[in-house]
């Protein structure tokens, strides 16, 4: 099976015989980010399947096929198979968050396509979003949502996510701790907030899940423009 790395607008083709390493140093070069591990994940072919394992310490990744429909969280010592024809890989180091996808060429599985219905409610198991949460969730992902392509984004602190929809911060923090209430009552790991854990992770493991699950898409960025317009800049809706 061949298998190719598409990042930034750049192909990296790979052997069987060298594993590929993803990070700060290694095969696909990242930025100079010092919450990068130098070799976070590796990419290698071992008895004939070819996996994606995390060796870093500390950084987990969401891992996703094409359609959405299988989402994986990645941990670290943590490895899977490669079988899908298209695999996105989402991680966040720091305030960065990074987007590569795998092609492979002839797959192990092949996902058959799902009609799509919409009924006006996004839903996550058996999960629903309210227009409020979703408004929330697409301001955090709007920098990953508008680049083209793979790539590096920023997430925005909750302050700047709440100027962008015209709301107080209190109206957006609140609105926050029960979106990621809900991830985490469905077993979305990295919701929990706490001691020890910033808010910056929590906000990066919401909008990482977001994406590649296809609960928030390009297409809905419209919406921002609305919400922030009708409530011009008082943030009382």
């Given at each position: 099976?061949?298998?190719t790395?598409?990042?930034a607008?750049?192909?990296?083709?790979?052997?069987?015989?060298?594993p590929?390493?993803?990070?700060?140093?290694?095969?696909?070069?990242?930025?100079?980010?010092?919450?990068?591990?130098?070799?976070?994940?590796?990419?290698s072919?071992?008895?004939?399947?070819?996996?994606?394992?995390?060796i870093?310490?500390?950084?987990?990744?969401?891992?996703?096929?094409?359609?959405?429909g299988?989402?994986?969280?990645?941990?670290?010592g943590?490895?899977?198979p490669?079988?899908?024809?298209?695999?996105?890989?989402?991680?966040?180091a720091?305030?960065?968050?990074?987007?590569?996808?795998?092609?492979?060429?002839?797959?192990?599985?092949?996902?058959?396509p799902r009609?799509?219905?919409?009924?006006g409610?996004?839903?996550?198991?058996?999960?629903?979003?309210?227009?409020?949460?979703?408004?929330?969730?697409?301001?955090?992902?709007?920098?990953?949502?508008?680049?083209?392509?793979?790539?590096?984004?920023?997430?925005?602190?909750s302050?700047?996510?709440?100027?962008?929809?015209?709301w107080?911060?209190t109206?957006?923090?609140?609105?926050?701790?029960?979106?990621?209430?809900?991830?985490d009552?469905?077993?979305?790991?990295?919701?929990?907030?706490?001691?020890?854990?910033l808010?910056?992770?929590?906000?990066?493991r919401?909008?990482e899940?977001?994406?590649?699950?296809r609960?928030?898409?390009?297409?809905?960025?419209?919406?921002?423009?609305?919400e922030?317009?009708?409530?011009?800049?008082t943030?009382?809706?």
């Amino acid at each position: 099976m061949d298998v190719t790395i598409e990042y930034a607008g750049e192909y990296f083709s790979l052997a069987e015989e060298k594993p590929f390493y993803v990070g700060r140093q290694g095969d696909l070069e990242l930025d100079d980010n010092l919450f990068l591990h130098r070799q976070f994940l590796e990419i290698s072919n071992s008895d004939g399947l070819w996996w994606l394992s995390n060796i870093g310490a500390r950084l987990t990744a969401t891992v996703t096929d094409s359609s959405g429909g299988v989402n994986a969280w990645l941990a670290p010592g943590a490895r899977l198979p490669i079988v899908f024809e298209q695999t996105s890989v989402v991680f966040t180091a720091g305030p960065t968050t990074y987007e590569f996808t795998i092609h492979a060429k002839t797959p192990e599985v092949k996902i058959t396509p799902r009609d799509a219905t919409d009924d006006g409610e996004s839903t996550i198991g058996h999960v629903p979003l309210t227009a409020s949460q979703k408004l929330l969730i697409l301001s955090l992902a709007e920098p990953l949502l508008r680049r083209e392509g793979t790539g590096t984004s920023e997430i925005p602190s909750s302050a700047a996510a709440a100027k962008r929809l015209g709301w107080t911060s209190t109206r957006f923090n609140r609105k926050l701790d029960n979106v990621c209430d809900k991830f985490d009552r469905i077993g979305v790991q990295g919701m929990r907030g706490g001691q020890g854990k910033l808010a910056t992770n929590r906000r990066a493991r919401l909008v990482e899940h977001a994406v590649s699950s296809r609960l928030v898409e390009r297409d809905d960025l419209v919406l921002l423009d609305a919400e922030a317009a009708s409530n011009d800049g008082t943030g009382d809706s």
